[in-house]
């Protein structure tokens, strides 16, 4: 890393030697060290805006012609940012960025390089339908390829079999997906500048959080202030078409910092022309610095970045595992949970297109807290609505209640016990015994650990169901308002639901 420390200080880049270092960690790969206890708020490096790599920095997207770049469509989703690089890439020495691309890693343990053989050990998981592989390879194939051989003078032919393979691609693709930052504009900054100009800095320390994690799959913190959010390229595809990502970039130096649940002690901020990584709490001599992805499940720690986390949890009574993981169960589950045989009817359909049309989520989450999701059992109140019924519920544009009784009870377990059978094996203890065998690979390893994981979860709903049903009975047998108020309680008390996200 000699080499890429010195490249980054020749160009712009301040590195406080004396407090971090570089080095591998076992089980964690390249990171950063305290060198001696560090104290909170101290700024560990900075970097200027134009040591960033974007299609803002990359001089590309101007010498092929913005015209021509919007005409192939490379302004849109991720296809340009990956076109930028492996053009910078290619470069070699006379290139910018050559040494810090040089220092990025060529393999991964994310499951868009896993076999068949191992994708199906995924089967069920929130992971499979997310990966985009097939997606990723049409942008290839339709976007990137046809503009490479519209412009020979920029990507020479006896070059492309080099930079420019669809393996190349998915390296690069997975080098953003993992590492990269939004970096939003500073206002009153132009689009499309290829270099950076100083100006007088009238903005007084005005710092933004750039720290939620790779931009690559971003959530909105809707909290007003400049946070970097990270940006899905496997999200929704309608809005990847439409989304601004020219504030996608790579940030050499920012990389090399690992994330862990619940570990992180740095922050990435950003000025008006300079990132700079700042201590969020005092780090002593020896232990790692950590930046933050955001507390992710481990079905997106492994899509994303090729690891999981297993740490002590409660809702596991203390034994290894990610208290962030969910169940994702999708809206047509429970549509044939409920209706079976008779669920493309035109009078379900109605339904389910009003419910979709009224904001109504297509997936629902369960996670480790044990309280059902209340949109579920709306929606599954919804199917069950008489017509009449249904014709005053469409009137008052209003979903059904979020009520749970005992019609609505066997249907949620039903769900449950439905998702449970879409996994390779719906057994919690013969994946229990299958994370003790010392021949696994990394790879299925990996995968049972996102399954039981989510396997334990389900588990922990069909608990929950099962305590209602009790309240439930009980307040049958004793007639006890205050009761009943706590067992519709148990299924109202959040809403946890989404889009659906592929």
Known sequence: MDDFVAWFQHNGGVLDTSMMGITNFPGSGRGAIALQDIPENHTLFTLPRSLTLSTQTSTLPAAFGLEAWRKHKLHKGWVGLILCMMWEEAQGNKGKWFTYLASLPTQFDTPI?????????LRGTAVVDKIGRDEAERDYREKLAPAVKTRPDLFSSDQIDTWYTLHRYHITGSRILSRSFNVEKWEGEV?????????????????????????MDVDDLGDGGKVVDEESSDGDGDDEETEDTSDIAMVPMADILN??????????????????????????????????????????????????????????KGALGNSQDVVEIRADLAVNAVCGDISNSETYQQRIDWWLDEGGDDVFIIDADP?????????????????????????KGRPPKAKFDLQVSPLLRRILEMRLTSYETPDLEVDAKLLASESLTLNKRHAIIVRLGEKQILAGALETLRLMDAALSDVGSNGSKDKKRVVSGGTTGGAKSKKARH
């Open 113 to 121: 390089f896993w076999s068949d053989e191992e994708l199906q050990e």
């Open 191 to 215: 689009e499309q500048e290829a270099e950076y100009v100083p100006e007088e800095d009238d903005n007084k320390d005005t710092k933004a959080n750039t720290s939620i994690g790779s931009a």
């Open 259 to 316: 994330a862990r649940y619940d570990s992180v002690n740095a922050k990435l901020f950003y000025e008006k022309h300079h990132l700079s990584m700042v201590t969020t709490k005092p780090i002593k001599a020896g232990e790692q610095i950590f930046n933050t992805y955001g507390d992710l499940p481990n079905s997106d720690l492994l899509r994303r970045y090729g690891h999981v986390d297993l740490v002590p949890c409660p809702h596991l």
């Open 371 to 395: 309280i059902l999701p209340a949109a579920l059992t709306s929606f599954i109140r919804l199917l069950l609505l008489s017509q009449e019924e249904w014709e005053k519920t469409r009137e």
